[in-house]
């Protein structure tokens, strides 16, 4: 019994520590948002936050650029996910269901994107999207995002419809099923967790990409929250304070699709589990 | 034929996804407005990273509000470029032909933008005779007889130090380690400056005055000069008062000016510009500036020219703004705005100005003796050449490599460099 209730408690401790881990830099922002400027670089740092400079946060709202940065920066990952998802699903499937001539070469390919740091093709993809009118436009971002973050989501949903045992798609085509069907009746179902699990990787990516965001993009007004933030980094100054508050607004658009996803991913793994 | 089925099942589903992304992306309002004439009204976009500066920044914007307000055929909005990425931003915009109409580069950006041919010459469009412009600065201007830019801010540096800590400010080079030493304990240090590889431009414009300030120089105008003797003296100077521990390690600029504005620094050394940023940041603060304490009187300057985009499609609207800015009252507001700098005329400083900020003295005496932060010979080359030195010298600072044997270095893959 006793061996039993350590375990449980060393348990308990070791999940808290590394709650404790991966919370901590959201706190420190709003204890840093939430500082006076004298406690800011007091010898003894502040762990509380101090309430009473909550307006920091209502000045940083108050212009509406940081909403409006924060709307563009959910278009961009929202569109991302959903294009690189819709792509990347028929992409996994042919590559794991279909036997054609190059097919490995296109996998090495597919993996070989993910070797170029994008700051290698900011001038390329910069010519080429001036030559199509996509710059200056969230359409375009969405599309570069897109472009890179397809081939990690398409080889990971490969793996994962691989893993689909070929019998039941057969046995759905001997119920009349048509290969649509049995790719968004049979397989969608199955590998939903993948799905869930690239879509928060498409999601991350788009929501925090910079360089090609404020390269591509002109216009204060359509701006995501990742260069505004950047935006208040001044030559002779930055409001610290300012910057933690906008960056903590920033970070929990994404957290809180993150905990959407991760619902589906737990959902996925344990269906039918207790089933017989 | 089920394979032609499921192509044209795909086709479909794709084109739906593609179409409502499109969708979405609409809804956030993609721009289709940069440049170019809208309504008889031609919209112009200034990108300056003094945009971004808190105390300037704003009041910067209002002086544009005023040119949109003296006239209706153009309008100049400011474009939002982070600081920490302006010049490779703005340049790799212009180099595809793209980018802000007009741009307030600093100095290495802008020669190496003028010598991609990415700027638009101002002879036929500015007759510059009109001006009174300040000689010493001006002269970086033009390239083999053309004219590139106007100054839009002519910046000395000094020694900022807050009153408060220091009552006589150090006069020699002595004084001035003893005084830092001495301020240093607790949460106070007694200096600060940039020493992380992150902070490139920083670092370039932090120890140019410790090898200018100890007769230095990158070069000769015909060789570099990086590992000479003189340079060595004043690159050590700046490493022992990093090894001295008088200085917020690790802090970078942002952090430690943000230290100066609240009295945890004694000294700083920085241009005319951070006058306004100080009190943007802290309107109570007692500062003072004197001359640096280095045993040479020569340091550098932030030279920041106002350009035209060579791909602009509206040179002669962005040239309109330009000659509003140099008219005398736009330039008084100007200086005005921007602290301690000068601007790209002569101009008196008002006894108000100078009653409220009677060290304005100390930067306009400076100007003779004050350089931009380039290589001299070697200008467009300068951001390569920076990068080098900079990286060496701060493999040095963490020890990795003793300062001699850096320099060495830097002035081989320099001279490799530059051919």
């Known amino acids: 019994m006793r061996p039993l209730r350590i375990g449980l408690t060393m348990r308990i401790l070791a999940v808290l520590v590394v709650l404790g881990v991966a919370v901590f830099p959201l706190y420190w922002m709003i204890v840093t948002a939430l500082s006076s400027n004298s406690d800011l670089f007091a010898e003894e740092a502040r762990l509380v936050p101090d309430f009473a400079q909550f307006g920091v946060f209502i000045d940083a709202l108050a212009e509406g650029k940081a909403l409006g940065w924060l709307r563009n920066s959910l278009v961009i990952a929202v569109g991302t996910t959903a294009l690189s998802i819709g792509l990347g699903i028929p992409l996994g499937y042919a590559l794991s269901r279909f036997s054609f001539w190059g097919k490995a070469f296109v996998t090495v390919v597919l993996l070989f994107t993910q070797m170029l740091p994008e700051a290698l093709m900011v001038v390329p993809l910069f010519s080429l999207f001036r030559r199509f009118d996509l710059l200056d436009s969230l359409t375009g971002l969405i599309l570069v995002n897109s472009a890179f973050v397809l081939p990690i989501v398409a080889l990971i949903l490969k793996g994962a419809i691989d893993g689909i045992p070929r019998e039941l798609e057969e046995s759905a085509r001997v119920d009349g099923a048509r290969p ?48 505004g933030i950047a935006n208040f980094i001044g030559e002779l100054g930055t409001p610290i304070q300012t910057v933690m508050a906008v960056a903590f607004m920033f970070t929990l658009p994404a957290v809180v699709f993150y905990l959407f996803a991760q619902r589906h991913v737990v959902a996925g793994m344990t269906a039918g589990a207790v089933k017989g | 034929m089920g394979l032609h089925r499921i192509r044209r099942s795909m086709a479909v589903a794709t084109s739906v996804m593609c179409t409502s992304v499109a969708l979405l992306s609409g809804c956030g309002s993609d721009s289709g407005s940069d440049g170019g004439s809208d309504g008889g009204v031609t919209t112009l976009t200034f990108a300056a990273s003094t945009f971004g500066d808190p105390g300037r920044g704003p009041q910067l914007e209002k002086w544009l509000d005023e040119f949109n307000k003296s006239q209706s055929a153009v309008r100049v909005s400011a474009a939002a470029v982070p600081y920490p990425t302006f010049g490779q931003t703005v340049l790799t915009q212009m180099g595809s032909g793209q980018g802000p109409d007009l741009i307030r580069f600093d100095m290495p950006e802008f020669e190496a933008a003028s010598d991609a041919g990415l700027i638009a010459p101002l002879d036929d469009l500015i007759d510059v005779s009109k001006y009174d412009l300040l000689k010493q600065p001006d002269q970086f201007m033009v390239h083999d007889g053309r004219r590139d830019g106007i100054i839009f801010e002519a ?22 380690v003893e005084t830092a030493k001495s301020l240093t304990k607790g949460d106070v240090y007694g200096l600060a400056f940039r020493q992380t590889e992150a902070e490139e431009a920083g670092v370039w414009q932090d120890i140019f005055n410790y090898v200018y300030g100890f007769g230095g120089k990158w070069s000769d105008g015909k060789n570099l000069t990086i590992n000479s003797p003189e340079n060595l003296k004043g690159l050590q100077a700046y490493k022992d008062l990093y090894d001295a521990k008088v200085i917020p390690r690790g802090a970078d600029a942002a952090t430690f000016r943000r230290m100066f504005a609240e009295g945890k620094v004694g000294m700083e050394l920085n241009n005319g510009g951070y006058v306004t940023a100080t009190r943007g940041q802290n309107p109570d603060l007692n500062f003072s500036v004197a001359p640096i304490p280095f045993p040479v009187r020569s340091q550098g300057a932030i030279l920041a020219p106002i350009v035209i985009n060579e791909a602009s499609p509206a040179k002669e609207e962005a040239a309109t703004f330009i000659r509003w800015a140099l008219e005398p009252a736009n330039q008084l507001k100007l200086q005005e705005i921007l602290g301690a700098s000068s601007v790209a005329t002569v101009t008196q400083r008002s006894p108000e100005q100078l009653e409220e900020t009677p060290f304005l003295k100390v930067f306009d005496d400076l100007t003779e003796s004050s350089l931009p932060q380039i290589v001299l010979g070697f200008e467009a080359k300068t951001p390569d050449i920076r990068k080098i030195v900079v990286q060496n010298v701060i493999a040095a600072l963490q020890g990795t490599v003793d300062l001699k044997t850096a320099l060495d270095q830097a002035q081989e893959q320099a001279t490799q460099l530059v051919g």
């Open chain 1, 180 to 227: 649509l069907t049995v790719l968004t009746r049979i397989n969608v179902p199955l590998i939903a967790p993948s799905i869930a699990a690239t879509a928060v990787i498409a999601f991350f990516h788009a929501w925090n990409e910079y360089v090609f965001a404020v390269t591509f993009i002109f216009t204060p007004a359509i701006q995501p929250a990742s260069v």
């Open chain 2, 155 to 176: 910046s000395n540096y000094a020694m900022f130090y807050n009153a408060d800590l220091i009552s006589k400010p150090p006069t020699t080079y002595e004084e001035f």
